[in-house]
């Protein structure tokens, strides 16, 4: 015997009945997921984070988002940080941190001190969360440029106003490798080899452009340099790169067959390791016709470019990549009405797509996804929403850290999904989602647990028609009997504590009855209760509407 049971969503509410007529600012999307026809492994790539400015994992704000993300997954995040080896008292600014972590006294011997480095990743460890260790940047005493160094960074500079002492070669490459040996070294002492082991480990950041003011030549000898001690100091870690800016075109090749096939500068041996190979891509929002219109195929073509890149050296076929900085643009410290995407649902769905169409890109290479890195964290002492891109505002999650919470509940394997709503990749990619909506899913299957992952995404910021979903699965365990349904939303009224925020007049300084509230709407939240009834067959239908810039995630378990 056929049995299908239909669920339907009236707005925040959830009940057990017949489908009410679609009012006429709607349109239907049908979507399908087959539980039996596996697609591999669902890879949680999403968890992976990171931040120019090292030092607000330190502070009040900074800690509770950290450990927010170490509660995503225990153990298995990890956070990419800029600036850990620059010079300074460890204050931090936009697109700046120090750690003073290593400078010369009045013979030219090093000192080495790991207390503001140490209290960095001790902040992170305690709450579940891992380094993906950016080595860099330069210590004053070691750049053959040092003045100025520290720059003084504001919104309304110019970007290439950064690049002070800290982005120049050091004028020693042996003190530079010793500096990183004496790093790991201590990193091994004081945490363990075991847990080190875990770490990655890689050289710099967008070496490709104005971060790295040497040539290309001399990257790629501090990255030999680099490497070289770190295995001195651990032979057993995780070492790769580049990291650089985009997918690196012919920059990426010559650093690939230089890591595969060149000689190495530190150890004159052929090849340096590549345990992982790296590097970053970001999309192109505008301020259009008065509204945001977001870039996604700008990103996604990077990231394609990027996999062709490795996919065509054989020696990398299997080798992880991870997307060390995945994005929907590339300033997080930077303001302006482009970026007027960053606090609400845009953010969130764009996410949603954006993340799921790289698991199919990876796919169509044939490459080792292995992780892409949220440039994203928070920022102290700005106005609430102040438009930066981050995860949370003054301690308030934003709703896209829950599109993360929502990745953290899926798991085992991909299962194939049809949706009458998607916007095929290859249209995507060439231009973006620019007529109808991109309404799809993502969905997985883990023994007695299925989740689908449902986004209705539009690059253009801009009102739109809600979508009628009728979601069918087939291909269930026939020998299940009972269902429990778990439907969680982010859109205007749920999961969102930017919209609360607005809908309280946008307070500068909200009461403490106030943040408390806020606090709670930027939890991940239902749409109603959880749901349980009979299963008797191996197909389930649900209905309901999802409005534009909304994701859903519905978690259907069985016993």
Not at 235 to 260: I, Q, S, Y
Not at 441 to 447: M, N, V
Not at 476 to 497: E, G, K, M, V, W
Request: net charge negative.
């Amino acid at each position: 015997m056929r049995f299908a049971l239909s669920l339907v969503l009236l707005g925040a509410g959830l009940r057990l009945s017949a489908a009410s007529p679609a009012p006429p600012t709607t349109f239907p999307v049908g979507i399908r997921v087959d539980a039996a026809q596996v697609r591999g492994e669902l890879r949680p790539v999403w968890r992976f984070f990171g931040a120019d400015e090292p030092n607000y994992a330190t502070l009040p704000n900074g800690r509770k988002l950290i450990g927010e993300l170490g509660e995503l997954s225990p153990s298995a995040v990890y956070f990419r940080a800029h600036n850990l080896l620059c010079t300074g008292d460890g204050t931090p600014a936009l697109k700046w941190g120090s750690t003073n972590a290593c400078t010369e006294d009045a013979s030219g011997n090093p000192v080495y001190d790991w207390t503001i480095v140490d209290g960095i990743f001790d902040t992170y460890l305690a709450r579940g969360v891992r380094p993906y260790v950016e080595i860099g940047f330069m210590p004053r005493a070691l750049s053959v440029k040092p003045e100025p160094y520290q720059h003084h960074w504001t919104p309304a500079a110019k970007y290439d106003e950064i690049y002070t002492g800290w982005a120049w070669p050091p004028k020693d490459y042996a003190k530079w490798g010793e500096l990183v040996q004496q790093w790991v070294r201590h990193c091994v002492e004081k945490y363990g080899r075991a847990e080190v082991e875990q770490w990655y480990w890689e050289v710099w950041n967008e070496a490709n452009i104005g971060y790295w003011r040497g040539t290309p030549e001399e990257f790629r000898k501090l990255h030999d340099h680099a490497i070289a001690a770190v295995r001195r100091a651990l032979p057993t870690a995780r070492v790769g790169g580049p990291d650089c800016a985009g997918n690196g075109g012919p920059w990426m090749k010559d650093f690939l067959e230089h890591c595969l096939r060149g000689t190495n500068y530190a150890t004159g041996q052929t090849g340096t390791p590549l345990d992982f190979v790296s590097f970053h891509a970001k999309g192109a929002p505008v301020f259009a016709d008065g509204h945001v219109r977001m870039g996604i195929a700008n990103q996604l073509r990077t990231i394609d470019g990027g996999f062709a890149i490795v996919a065509s050296y054989p020696e990398l076929s299997h080798t992880p990549i991870v997307i060390g900085e995945a994005d929907p643009e590339g300033c997080a410290a930077c303001q302006g009405p482009q970026l007027g995407y960053r606090n609400g649902t845009m953010y969130s769905s764009y996410t949603a797509a954006s993340f799921a169409r790289i698991h199919d890109l990876a796919d169509r290479r044939g490459v080792n996804l292995e992780g892409a890195l949220t440039w994203a964290f928070e920022f102290e002492n700005q106005p609430y929403f102040a438009g930066f891109r981050s995860l949370a505002s003054n301690g308030l999650d934003k709703p896209v850290l829950n599109v993360f919470r929502m990745f953290s509940r899926m798991s085992g394997r991909r299962v194939a999904v049809q949706s009458s709503g998607e916007v095929p990749l290859d249209a995507i990619l060439q231009d973006g989602v620019r007529g109808a909506p991109d309404v799809s899913a993502l969905a997985s299957l883990d023994q007695h647990k299925l989740c689908v992952l449902v986004w209705h995404y539009h690059d253009d910021d801009v009102p739109g028609p809600d979508a009628t979903v009728t979601l069918t699965v087939d291909g269930l365990p026939a020998a299940a009997r009972q269902a429990r349904l778990a439907h969680y939303r982010i859109d205007a009224t749920h999961s969102n504590a930017f919209a609360a925020w607005q809908r309280l007049g946008a307070p500068p300084v909200p009461t403490p009855e106030q943040y408390a509230q806020l606090e709670k709407a930027g939890r991940l939240e239902r749409l109603e209760a959880p749901a349980t009834f009979p299963m008797h067959d191996s197909q389930v239908t649900l209905a309901f509407t999802l409005p534009q810039q909304a994701v859903s995630l519905l978690v259907l378990e069985w016993d």
